[in-house]
C-alpha cells in the first residue's frame, strides 16, 4: 500500500467536543507504506486532524477502534462535511474498499474541490489498477495544487512503467524529489531513475543530499547506493565509507557487507575484503558469490594451497560451478609457476596435471570459454621446463576431444602440439584478443626449440613470428607483443638480426623501463660479441628492476668471459634472485673453478667469496636444484660429487659421481670418463670401500700425479704397504712440483713406517728429506716433532720446532701444533705449562673452535681437576663454529670427570640426537648412564645394544674390549655376579684383546671369584702375581683389603704397591700413598696398642702425597684429620683451608663441609686449647669417612684428589 498524506480538515463546529484522550502522535514513519509528511507550503486550517493515528491494519488495534469511533461521530454530527468525506474515504482505503472510497471521496470532491481530493481519489484509482484514469486525476491535482510531491512521484511512476518515457519521468521525479528529498520512495525512484539514463554524477548528487540530511545510522538503501556509485566511478576509499554508513544502519545485512568486501577488493585491501566476504558467509552461509570471492582473494594473494581448499569446498556444495571450476584452474597454474620457479618439478608437474582435469569436468558443463581453453594451453605449455623424467601428463578425454580415446599419455612434444589446439580454440572463440595469439606464438617457439629436424624447427619458428606480428596488429601498444616479435626474429632459426632489433628499440620506445626487454637487447649483442653495448644494456635492465635474475645472469656471462673477478659475486646475487638453470649451473663451476685453480688461499677474494658466503654449501644447493630437472647433465652430477665430496656428504656425492660415470659411457665421452673415474675412485677409497678404488684406478688409463697418488693410498688401506711404496715412488719421479715431492716424501715414511727389512728406507730418513725439499711440508715437520716426542729425542724436538717456527701460528697447522707444544711441555714441565701452551694458541686464534676443542682435549685428558675450564672451551668452541656432536662426547666427558651426573646425561644423549650412527657416541651414553646410576634394567640394556652394535659394524678390538670391561664393571657395581662372570669367561676367550685388556679382565674375573667365594682374596692376589704392572689389579686389592679389616696384610700390600707405582707408574704414586694413609688412620681407631705406629706412618705418606700432588683435595684432607690425631693444630688448619681453597667434586663436598667446621673451632686457630674437642670431631671424621671412601664391594676409589668410581681408573689405566 503506497502512503499518503493525512488530508487537512476545515476547523469543526464549535459544539463539536473532541476526547483529547484520542488525541496521539504517529510513529515516525519507518517503510514507504507508512504515511510521508506533507509539504509545509499548504496551509492546513484544522491542526490537530492532522495528528490523528491512522494505522495500516485499521481494524485490529484499540487505536484504530477509536480512529473508526471518531470518524462515525464525525459522521453522524456532520454527515455532509467534505472533509469528513475525505477521511472516511481514505478509511475505506485503506480497507482496500476502491469503490466504496471513490464514491465517498467523489461526493467529498463534489461538494467542495480540493487537490488532495483529487489526489486520493488518483491514489484509489491507481491501486485499483486505473493507472490510465489515475494519471489523468494526478495531472488534474498538480495543476489545482504544483507543491505536493506525490503527485509529481506517481506521474514519474506512469511515465517510466507505462509510456516508458524514462526522460519524463526523471523530470517528474526531479520535481517530487525539489518538493519533497525527505521521502524515501522519491529519492529511491529519482536515484534508480538517474541510474537508468547513465547520470552518475546527478545521481551522485542526489545521494549526497540525501545522506547529508540523513541522521547517522538510517537511509541504509542512499547509503548503499551512493556507495555503489562511487565504486563504479572508482572513488574507492569515498565507497568504502559510504557502505560502512550504510551497514551502521544495518549491521547484518548480508548485502551490505558483500558491497563493502567488494570495495575493499577493488582497493586491494585484501585482508579485509577476507574479513568481509567471511562476515557475509557467517549471515548467509548458503551464499555462494562470497565463498568464491575467498577462494579468489586467497589466489590472488599467493595463498595458493588455501585457494586450492576454498575452492574445492565450494565445489564439494556445487560441484558444476563453473566460475569455481575455472578459478581452481587458474589457481593451480599460478602454482605450477611458482613451484617451477623454486624447482619443485614434481609439484609443478601435479599442479599442471590437476589443472587438466579441473578443465576436463568445466568442459563437460560449458566448453564455449575462451578463459577454459587458455588454462589449458598454459597447463600445456608449462611442462616445457621439466625434464622428461617427469613425464608422461595426461590430457583428459573432455579436452583432446578424440572418440577413440579417453585419455592421452603425452611426453613433452605431443603436450605442446595439444597446448597450441587449445590456445587455438580460445582464439576460435575470441579471436582478437592479443594476449592469446602472444600465448600461442610462445607456444610455437617452445615447439621450435623442442624440434630436432632443421625444416621443422623452422616451420614453427615461422608460425610463432606469424602470431606475435597478429599481436602486434592488434595492439600495437603493448611491448611485450613487440619483445617476443624480437626474440623469435633473432632466433636461431630465423636469425634475422636487424628486424629483431628493431621489434626489441620499438618495444622499449613504448616501455623504456621494462628490465626484460632491456635483458633481450642484451643478449642480442652478446651473441653478436658486442660486450660493451651487451653490459650497458644488461646495466639498463639492472636500474630498471634490480631484482631481475635474468638482467645479473647476463653480467655474470659477460665476467665469465673476461675473467673478472666479480663473476662469483654476479652469480651468487642471480641465485637470491631466483633459480634460473643458468645461475644455478654457473654459480656451481666457478665455485669449483675458484677452489681448483686459487692458489692464495688467504686473500681477501677468496676469504669473502668462499669462507664467509658458505660458498661451497651454497654452490651444493644450486647444484642440487640444476640436477632435479636435468638428469642427463654429466657436468652437473661431477660438480655436485665434487661439492658434497669437499662438505663430507659421500654417500650423495657417490652417487653423483656413479650417474655422471654412467651418463659419460653411455655417450662415449672417454676423455670425460677419465676425470670422473679418477674423483668416483678416489671417494671410494675415502668411505672405504678400497677394493671397489683399486678396481676403478686400475681401469685409468691416464694417470698423473694425483691419481698416482690416490691409488698409493688406496693400496696403503689395503695394507699392501709395498705396492703403496713403490707407487708412491713413481708419483715422486713423475712430480716436478717441489712441494709435491716434499708431500710425497712425507707420505712415504708414512708407509715405510709400517714395514720392515733391509731395502725399506727409513721412516726418520724419508722425513728429514722431505724437511730439505723447499718448500717444506709442513705435516711432515710435524710428524718430525711428534716422533721426537714420543722417542724423547732431544735433538730432533728442537730441530723441528726450530723449522716450524714459521709455520707455528698459521691458522691451518695451529690446532696440530698447539697439541704438539703442549705435549711437549706436559712430558718436561708439567700440566700447567702445557696449558700456558694451549693459551698462547688461543690468544692467538680466539675465533678459531680447532684450538679451543683442542684445549679442552688435553686439559680433560691430563689432569680432572680442569674439568670445568675443559667444559668452557667446549662451549666456546661450539660458539665459533665446532662441531656439536664432538663437542656434546666433550661435555659428557667434562660432566663425568666433575660429578655431575645429569649433565653427563644430557650432554650424551646430544651427542647421540646429533648423530646416531656413531658409535663412540652410544659409548658415551652408555658410560653416562652407569655414572648417573640409572635404572639398572635400562643401563644394561644399554650397555648390550651398544656392545651389539659395536660387533656390527666391526669396530677395533681395543674399543670392544675397552667397552666389554665397562659393561663387567657395571653388573660386579650392581651385583649381577653371574652375568659379570659370564661375560667375563666369554671375553677372556678373545684372543684379539691387548695385552691391557686382558689383564683388566684377569682382574675383574678375579673380584666375580672373591664375591663368590665369601670374600676370600686369593684369586685377586694370583691376579696380581699374573699381572704385577697392572695399576689396576694393584688398585682392586689395595681397596678390598682395607675392606675386609685386614690391616697388616693391606700395609703390607699397598706398601708393596707404592713401590711398584714409584717404578712403574711414578705420576700416579699418590693414589697408593692415599690408600696407606686411610689405611693408617683407620688403624688409629682399631688397634689402639698400635697408635703411635699408624699416627706416625700416617704422617708419613701424607707428607710425601701432599709433596707429590699439592693440588689433591684429598691428600690435603687426610693431612689435616691425621694432623687432628698427633695435636698438630696448625698444619691441620693449613691443611683444611687448602680444602676449601681447592676445587671439588660434589661427591667430595663433604671434605669441604667438614673442614670449614673445623676451622670455626678456636681451637684450631689458637695453640693449647680444648683438645678433647679435636678428638671428638676427629672421631666422628673417621667414621664418615671410612665408610665413603670404602663401600661395600670396593667400587670407589680416590683417584687424583678427588672420590670417582672405580671404572674411571680403569680407563685412566687404559689411556
Known sequence: ???????????????????????????????????????????????????????????????????????????????????????????????????????????????????????????????????????????????????????????????????????????????????????????????????????????????????????????????????????????????????????RADPNSSSGWECLADAYLKRGSYESALKAFEKVVELNPKAMYPLYQIATIQKIRGLFTDGIEKFKNLLDIVPTYVPALIGLAETYVLAAKKALSECLYGLARDCCQETLNTLAKAAGTKHGLSCLWKLAGDACSIPFGFDNEWFPIIVPSELHQEAEKEHISCNKSQLLTFG????????????????????????????????????????????????????????????????????????????????????????????????????????????????????????????????????????????????????????????????????????????????????????????????????????????????????????????????????????????????????LESRNQNEFVELVRANYARLLCVIGDIKGAIKEFLMLKKVDVSIICGFALAMYKDQEYEQSLKLLGQAFEKSKNPSDQSHIKVAMAMVAGKISGPDVPNPLVLLVESAQISPKSVPGLLALYARGILKEESKLIMAAQKELQPYKYRKEYAASAAFLWAAQAYLSKGVKSARNELLKFIHCFPTLHQTWMQAACC??????????????????????????????????????????????????????????????????????????????????????????????????????????????????????????????????????????IQSCLQVLDAVVKVYSNNGNLQPLFLAVKENPKSFFAWNVLSQLLIASGSIMEAEKTISHFVVTAEKIFPNWTVYPLLQLGMLSYKAMHTNPDEKEKWMKLGEEVCGKAVHLAPSSQAARFLQGIIALETGNSNLARRSFEKVLSSPSMNEAKWMENIASQMLELKNLKRKGKDQSTMLSLSWDIHSSYSSFCIPSGGSMTITDGHILPAELTTFKEKS
Open 1 to 247: 500500500m503506497p502512503s499518503i498524506d493525512v488530508p487537512a480538515h476545515n476547523s469543526p463546529p464549535s459544539d463539536v467536543q473532541l476526547d483529547s484522550s484520542s488525541m496521539r502522535s504517529p510513529p515516525v514513519p519507518t517503510s514507504p507504506s507508512q504515511v510521508p509528511r506533507r509539504s509545509s507550503r499548504i496551509r492546513r486550517p484544522l491542526k490537530r486532524l492532522e495528528n490523528i493515528f491512522i494505522p495500516s491494519n485499521a481494524g485490529t488495534s484499540s487505536s484504530t477502534l477509536c480512529f473508526l469511533q471518531m470518524c462515525q461521530d464525525l459522521k453522524d454530527k456532520f454527515p455532509d462535511d467534505p472533509e469528513v468525506l475525505q477521511v472516511e474515504g481514505y478509511t475505506l482505503l485503506l480497507k482496500t474498499q476502491f469503490d466504496e472510497a471513490l464514491q465517498k471521496l467523489r461526493l467529498s470532491l463534489s461538494m467542495a474541490e480540493s487537490a488532495f481530493t483529487l489526489h486520493l481519489i488518483g491514489l484509489v484509482l491507481w491501486e485499483s489498477q486505473q493507472r490510465d484514469k489515475a494519471f489523468k486525476v494526478f495531472l488534474k491535482a498538480v495543476e489545482l495544487d504544483p507543491y505536493r510531491a506525490r503527485n509529481f512521484l506517481y506521474l514519474g511512476h506512469y511515465y517510466q512503467n507505462h509510456l516508458y518515457d524514462k526522460s519524463k519521468s526523471c523530470l517528474c521525479y526531479q520535481k517530487a524529489f525539489d518538493l519533497d528529498s525527505t521521502d524515501t520512495e522519491i529519492g529511491m525512484s529519482y536515484s534508480k531513475v538517474l541510474q537508468d539514463l547513465g547520470k552518475e554524477e546527478d545521481n551522485m548528487r542526489v545521494l549526497k543530499v540525501i545522506t547529508e540530511r540523513a541522521n547517522l545510522g538510517s537511509c541504509k538503501w542512499a547509503w548503499t547506493q551512493l556507495g555503489l556509485c562511487q565504486l563504479k566511478m572508482n572513488l574507492i576509499s569515498d565507497a568504502i565509507f559510504s557502505l560502512q554508513n550504510a551497514l
Open 420 to 663: 597450441s589446439k587449445f590456445f587455438g580454440r580460445a582464439l576460435q572463440i575470441k579471436d582478437n584478443v592479443s594476449t592469446l595469439w602472444h600465448d600461442l606464438g610462445v607456444n610455437c617457439h617452445l615447439q621450435s626449440m623442442l624440434a630436432t629436424d632443421r625444416d621443422e624447427k623452422v616451420n614453427f619458428a615461422k608460425k610463432a613470428f606469424i602470431c606475435f606480428q597478429k599481436a602486434v596488429s592488434l595492439c600495437p601498444g603493448y611491448e611485450p607483443h613487440w619483445t617476443a616479435l624480437g626474440v623469435i626474429a633473432i632466433s636461431e632459426e630465423l636469425e634475422d638480426w636487424a628486424f629483431g632489433q628493431h621489434a626489441i628499440i620499438k618495444s622499449l620506445t613504448l616501455n623504456q623501463f621494462n628490465a626484460e626487454t632491456w635483458t633481450n637487447l642484451g643478449v642480442l649483442y652478446l651473441e653478436k660479441d658486442n660486450i660493451e653495448l651487451a653490459h650497458l644494456a644488461f646495466k639498463m635492465a639492472q636500474s630498471a628492476e634490480p631484482t631481475y635474475p635474468l638482467s645479473w645472469i647476463g653480467q655474470a656471462f659477460i665476467a665469465d668471459k673476461v675473467k673478472h673477478s666479480e663473476t662469483v659475486d654476479l652469480y651468487r646475487h642471480a641465485t637470491t634472485l631466483g633459480s634460473h638453470n643458468e645461475a644455478l649451473i654457473g654459480y656451481s663451476r666457478v665455485i669449483c673453478e675458484t677452489l681448483l685453480y686459487t692458489s692464495n688461499k688467504e686473500s681477501f677474494s677468496y676469504k669473502y667469496n668462499i669462507e664467509q658466503m658458505n660458498a661451497v654449501v651454497l654452490a651444493s644447493d644450486c647444484a642440487v636444484k640444476f640436477v632435479a630437472n636435468n638428469y642427463n647433465c654429466a657436468e652437473a652430477f661431477n660438480i655436485l660429487g665434487m661439492l658434497l665430496e669437499r662438505q663430507g656428504i659421500y654417500n650423495a656425492s657417490l652417487k653423483a659421481y656413479e650417474r655422471a660415470l654412467k651418463l
Open 859 to 996: 686439559l680433560l685428558q691430563w689432569d680432572t681437576k680442569y674439568a670445568d675450564v675443559a667444559s668452557v672451551c667446549t662451549k666456546i668452541g661450539i660458539f665459533h663454529g665446532g662441531c656439536k656432536e664432538q663437542a656434546s662426547q666433550i661435555l659428557a666427558l667434562c660432566q663425568m670427570a666433575k660429578g655431575s651426573r645429569r649433565g653427563a646425561l644430557s650432554a650424551a644423549q646430544k651427542a647421540v640426537h646429533i648423530n646416531p650412527e656413531k658409535l663412540s657416541n652410544w659409548a658415551t651414553l652408555a658410560a653416562a648412564c652407569h655414572v648417573a646410576d640409572l635404572d639398572q634394567k635400562h643401563v644394561g640394556w644399554m650397555f648390550s645394544f651398544v656392545r651389539k652394535l659395536a660387533k656390527e659394524q666391526g669396530v677395533k678390538s681395543d674399543f670392544l674390549g675397552w667397552f666389554i670391561v665397562m659393561e663387567i664393571f657395571h653388573h660386579i657395581n650392581c651385583g649381577n655376579m653371574t652375568v659379570a662372570g659370564a661375560l667375563t669367561s666369554h671375553s677372556l676367550s678373545i684372543s684379539a684383546f691387548s695385552s691391557e
